[in-house]
């Protein structure tokens, strides 16, 4: 095996590496969400009080919340931080 070839695998399994860390972080941010109620209580928010107004944009371990006009606006981003989800 040559030294560039040696260098593509190298890549690939840090690629693989860095995907399954990734994921292992959304699966235990999304574990978090729910059994905190948070999921479920974010969801409640912006049916009943927001009337549906609100935009929620999921990351890897964050979830970014916008709610009101392009005036009002608001943000918050709750994000998963080991086993715990912290405001």
Do not use: C
């Amino acid at each position: 095996m040559t030294n560039q070839e040696e260098r593509h695998l190298a890549s690939i399994l840090s690629n693989e590496a860095d995907e399954a860390q990734r994921l292992a972080v959304r699966e235990n941010a999304k574990r978090v969400l729910q059994e905190s109620g948070l999921a479920e209580m974010l969801k409640t928010l912006n049916k009943n009080a927001l009337k549906g107004r609100g935009s929620f944009y999921e990351y890897d371990s964050m979830i970014l919340l916008k709610w009101g006009t392009s005036i009002t606006q608001a943000r918050s981003s709750p994000q998963v931080r080991h086993h715990s989800a912290t405001l």
